[in-house]
């Protein structure tokens, strides 16, 4: 079946970039979905990207997508303490419009 | 605006009972949907609604059943809790099937 996988964890420090990724299986995928979950929280959607296109950029997040490896990526630029959270890749099945989602990427900000 | 509520917000159950998780918008969403959430697995789609009066099942529909007698409220029903049900419960909803989703808090169960 389809599948999306995500790295279960990300550490980096405060002030520098984190680069979560995400790889997909179906490759007729329309639209691609970056969501964030803050501890005890539910999720709020961050951003999306639409299959056409290659890169997505909305103030310190930017998102890229590579059709033909099925690879996406978040960047979030100088990272903060505000970031901690888990962040979820999922792609909508244009077969039946319903989103699969990656395990999720907890990331961890080191001072 | 509330956006969408979800009740209760967390919930011990002895197995072999029945239980109802309550999911309500306010933004007049077409499309609901039933998420289970288990650590290292990402959120599963138990049942969904196209519209009211509709419903469809997910990827993990066993042991589950919703309804959706109006726009609103799309209720979520355990019918006799296992302890493999034990997990964190997200509602959300679209404004139609495959737009983008916008999701409740969540309910955390604990069936023992």
């Known amino acids: 079946g389809e599948d999306v996988e995500q790295s279960l964890f990300l550490s980096v420090r405060e002030g520098d970039s984190s680069v979560i990724n995400c790889t997909y299986t179906d490759s007729s995928s329309t639209y691609l979905y970056w969501y964030k979950q803050e501890p005890g929280a539910g999720l709020q959607l961050l951003t999306y990207i639409f299959s056409n296109m290659d890169m997505k950029q909305d103030q310190r997040l930017t998102v890229l997508l590579n059709k033909k490896d099925k690879h996406l990526s978040l960047r979030i630029a100088d990272t903060q303490t505000g970031d901690s959270a888990i962040y979820f890749c999922a792609e909508r099945m244009d077969s039946n419009y319903q989103l699969i989602w990656g395990a999720g990427t907890k990331l961890i900000i080191k001072p | ?112």
């Open chain 2, 1 to 112: 605006i509330a956006g969408i509520t979800q009740a209760p917000t967390s919930q011990i159950l002895a197995a072999g009972r029945r239980m109802t998780l309550r999911c309500t918008q306010d933004m007049r969403h077409n499309a609901m949907y039933w998420y289970r959430q288990d650590l290292g697995l990402g959120l599963r789609l138990i049942h969904y609604s196209n519209t009211a009066g509709t419903t469809g099942k997910g990827e993990v529909p066993d042991g589950y059943s919703v309804s959706r007698a109006n726009t609103d409220d799309f209720p979520l029903t355990l019918a006799s809790a296992v302890p493999s049900q034990t997990s964190v419960y997200f509602c959300a909803s679209s404004p139609g099937l495959g737009e983008t989703q916008y999701f409740g808090p969540g309910t955390r169960l604990l069936v023992l």
